[in-house]
């Protein structure tokens, strides 16, 4: 697996940039994580037929729409995914080990893909395959501006608001995350042998 640290980027920059070691990965059949974050914008999945009332950006992924600011840490998979479905399920083990460790309180929910406490949605989850490779990821709120989340229900779903990490007392650094969630990742992967 190689790790990518590309720091606050413009979305359309880090999506064209995923773009290329897409295209990599399908050649010579590799892994790459990308950790970064953007400045505030909101994306849609390419199947989200809604009218916004904010400006949104258009893209590849699924589900409805996110919010992104500076504060919240990304990861974009472009892994192989033979099986999609399996690939998803360690994704969602190397989260839940993460939030196991620091806010135990928060549950994945596959109705509405993602992770909540109660109402409270902290991290969002959108992928596309092609070719057997993965691309997007998931967003985690470590310390945002949650007004400008609040802007518009997480994924378009009604009763449901914007938390982070710090907004639910957990106070950790970025660059620690970073650094837990690219071993959790790789633990959950290497255990089935995907690499």
Known sequence: MTVHQWGVVPF???????????????????????????????TVGSDDKNAWRVKTVRCGRGGSITAHTPGQCIFYFVFQAPNP????????KA???????HLP???YDKQRPGFYIDNRKIASLG????????????????DVD????AQVPPCGLEGVV????????????EVQISSEMIQ???????ETALF
Do not use: D, W
């Open 127 to 142: 992928f596309r395959y092609s070719q057997g490779v993965s691309l997007y990821g998931v967003a985690l709120n470590v």
């Open 105 to 107: 309180t928060v549950s």
């Open 95 to 101: 989260f839940e080990t993460f939030f196991s460790r």
């Open 85 to 92: 479905a399996r690939f998803y399920a360690n994704v969602l």
């Open 146 to 149: 949650l007004n400008f989340h």
């Open 12 to 42: 359309e920059e880090a999506e064209a940039r995923m773009q290329t070691l897409h295209a990599k990965a399908v050649q010579h059949k590799e892994n790459h994580l990308i950790l970064c974050s953007h400045p505030p914008l909101f």
């Open 184 to 190: 959790y990742i790789e633990e959950a992967f290497n």
């Open 162 to 173: 914007p938390t982070s990490l710090a907004a639910e007392g957990v106070n950790i650094s």
